[in-house]
């Protein structure tokens, strides 16, 4: 399997409050990615990263935030977090862009 | 933009053969992937096609016609570990960004 670790798997906390997610991998692969999954809407692109400090938005990335200071970390943060983003969120690596992507086994995160 | 249609549901038999099939609508195509998702689990890669034709890996086949924006999924010799749901995905524009279905839960029964 991949290397790929995301943390915290679980947490839950409070609407207005920020919150970071971490996507490590040990692959040296240059591409990542931030998917959410939400019932009836699949995984959606939140935002991908093509190398350091390289990022770009995805299909839902209003609200979130994205940086990659080192190959191997791509953190997800959540500026001022509101009960729609209550979601699943998953991490995936690519080694050029192409297939396939590879996943992290995901964070459920809980707004209230 | 890109979308991708998929049944919700599929059920089958143990030992059967199933076919789970993709339409899309695409500004620009890259081909076509499929994952599988057991319940809590993450999703893993499956097949990809990037010319018309079908892929064969084991018992799980992919197919893939441009001219008609269209593709499936068999599963053969069906077992209960596959029921699963599974997604047909797309990569967008440059190639790194995936758009997926909304996917197929696939529920095999004895």
């Known amino acids: 399997d991949a290397g790929i670790t995301q943390s915290p798997r679980h947490k839950v906390t409070e609407t207005g409050t920020p919150v970071t997610l971490r996507c490590h991998q040990t692959e040296n692969h240059r591409y990542m990615y931030w998917y959410r999954q939400d019932p009836g809407h699949g995984l959606r692109l939140i935002h991908y990263?093509?190398?350091?400090?390289?990022?770009d938005k995805g299909e839902v990335s209003d609200g979130y935030s994205v940086s990659r200071s080192k190959t191997e970390d791509f953190l997800l943060t959540l500026e001022s977090a509101t009960s729609s983003q209550t979601s699943v969120y998953f991490c995936a690596i690519s080694e050029d862009g192409n297939q396939p992507q590879h996943f992290g086994d995901g964070t459920r995160l809980s707004i209230l | 933009g890109q979308s991708l249609e998929q049944p919700s549901e599929v059920t089958a038999v143990e030992g059967a053969i199933v076919q789970i099939n993709c339409t899309y609508q695409t500004s620009g195509f890259y081909g076509l992937s499929w994952y599988q998702q057991h319940d809590g689990g993450a999703p893993t890669f499956l097949s990809y096609?990037?010319?018309?034709g079908l892929e064969e890996t084991g018992r799980f086949s992919s197919f893939l016609s441009r001219s008609d924006s269209y593709g499936y999924l068999l599963l053969q010799e069906l077992q209960m570990k596959d029921s699963a749901s599974y997604f047909c995905a797309s990569p967008t524009g440059t190639a790194s960004k995936l758009t997926f279905g909304t996917g197929t839960r696939l529920q095999v029964t004895l």
């Open positions: 096609n990037a010319l018309d």
């Open positions: 990263s093509y190398g350091v400090k390289d990022t």
